[in-house]
């Protein structure tokens, strides 16, 4: 039997003219990520792309658990196609679908049939592959409302695929449908999911992580090498810029308002991640910021940060409580890493009571006070020392 995956589209088959360049940006997703496991076929017909593999080789198996990952993909399913001929799909189905139904109570069959030539209509064929399949398994029960197994039979162009039901895919739009974004990576819960919810909606990422040594650790820097690892199974292959920020922070520490320290701070991040992705062709910075979670995230705060940069700034899980955010980090497996007990460079010089309320007006003379073009020139310094490491799909 000939197996293969079927992968379809969701909102992305409601675009209009340019449809072709979102469907071309999938097809180079799905090669890319498969590319390690085996010689694939991959090609589009009616809303679905196809994945066939060329050889006995190939790791259908492994290939159908990446794809169940890559964003504009909204359903898929392992499927095995045979001509469309009504005793051929009654011998098939039974046979692929067997080890399955032996174990299963209930079933109910689904037809769909697009190709209309085909001599039975989608009914005719779901009550007709039922019956053989009772005829091999007799202890199964018809239940079309809440079945253990649903048996799908698709008539298309191509062929007749029969499968089980869909399994969800991603969704969402294909990575570098909507540009680029430089996200700002602090090795916490928060940031892997904006990575994620931004990859959804058609973003290709790089990541800056902002680390001091030796106030942070190598097990810190570790931590986000493997939050990278663990992420690009969605995002897809991306850069990961590890920036040395000790002689920022501690000229900050040392010429700043103390009260203020992560505000300036922060700034002084945004303009080193802005340098970055002017760099390396990112339109847009992308953080894990909730609102009122801590004090650098009020209101005030934001707002004085925001502009220090003149990138647009993006902050997916800004509504969102811990929970909500926690319940997609363990989603995409990075949560357990997320809170390995390593400091960051945001934990520390941290004041004890920070403002929660500065005014920009406050924010800016405070900088003027440090020595701007000293500051500039130490940012400058960590941008262009920033070191650079590739992080693929594995």
Do not use: W
């Not at 095995?80 to 299963?104: M, R």
């Not at 992560?262 to 760099?279: D, G, P, V, Y």
Request: charged fraction near 25%.
């Amino acid at each position: 039997m000939k197996q293969l995956i079927m992968c379809y589209l969701g909102e992305m088959a409601l675009k209009g003219l340019n449809k072709s360049t979102f469907e071309a940006q999938l097809a180079k997703s799905i090669r890319r990520r498969i590319k390690n496991l085996g010689q694939f076929k991959v090609y589009k017909a009616q809303s679905t792309f196809y994945i066939e593999p060329e050889d006995e080789f190939s790791d259908v198996d492994g290939a159908f658990e990446k794809v169940k990952k890559i964003f504009g993909i909204a359903a898929v399913s392992k499927a095995v196609v045979t001509e469309k001929n009504f005793d051929k799909i009654a011998e098939i189905a039974p046979i692929y679908l067997e080890d399955t139904l032996h174990d299963a109570r209930t079933f109910k069959v689904a037809a769909k049939r697009s190709d209309k030539s085909f001599p039975m209509g989608s009914l005719e064929i779901s009550k007709e592959i039922g019956a053989a399949i009772l005829r091999k398994f007799p202890h199964l029960k018809v239940d079309v409302h809440n079945p253990q197994v649903t048996v799908m039979v698709e008539i298309r162009d191509f062929g007749a695929y029969i499968h089980e039901a869909k399994q969800p895919g991603a969704g969402g739009m294909p990575v570098s449908s909507s540009g680029k974004g430089a996200l700002m990576l602090s090795g916490g819960i928060d940031s892997p999911v904006a990575a994620y919810m931004m990859a959804k909606r058609g973003m290709s990422i790089m990541s800056v992580h902002f680390a001091s040594p030796p106030y942070t650790s190598e097990r810190a820097r570790q931590k986000v090498i493997t939050l990278c690892e663990k992420v690009v199974d969605y995002t897809g292959d991306m850069n990961l810029f590890i920036v040395p920020f000790t002689t920022v922070q501690e000229y900050i520490r040392d010429n700043g308002v103390p009260e203020l320290f992560t505000i300036l701070m922060r700034r002084s991040m945004m303009r080193i991640t802005e340098n970055l992705a002017n760099k390396y062709g990112a339109g847009a910075i992308i953080t894990g910021e909730s609102l009122g979670q801590v004090a650098s995230q009020t209101l005030s705060a934001i707002t004085a940060t925001n502009a220090s940069v003149n990138m647009p700034i993006f902050r997916p899980v800004i509504g969102m409580d811990k929970t909500e955010i926690t319940d997609i980090a363990r989603k995409i497996d990075t949560f357990e890493t997320s809170i390995l007990p390593y400091e960051d460079c945001c934990t520390i010089f941290t004041p004890p009571h920070p403002k929660t309320k500065p005014s920009l007006e406050e924010v800016v003379e405070a900088e003027k006070s440090m020595g701007l073009e000293e500051l500039f020139r130490l940012e400058e310094s960590a941008a262009v020392e920033a070191e650079k490491l590739r992080i693929n799909v594995q």
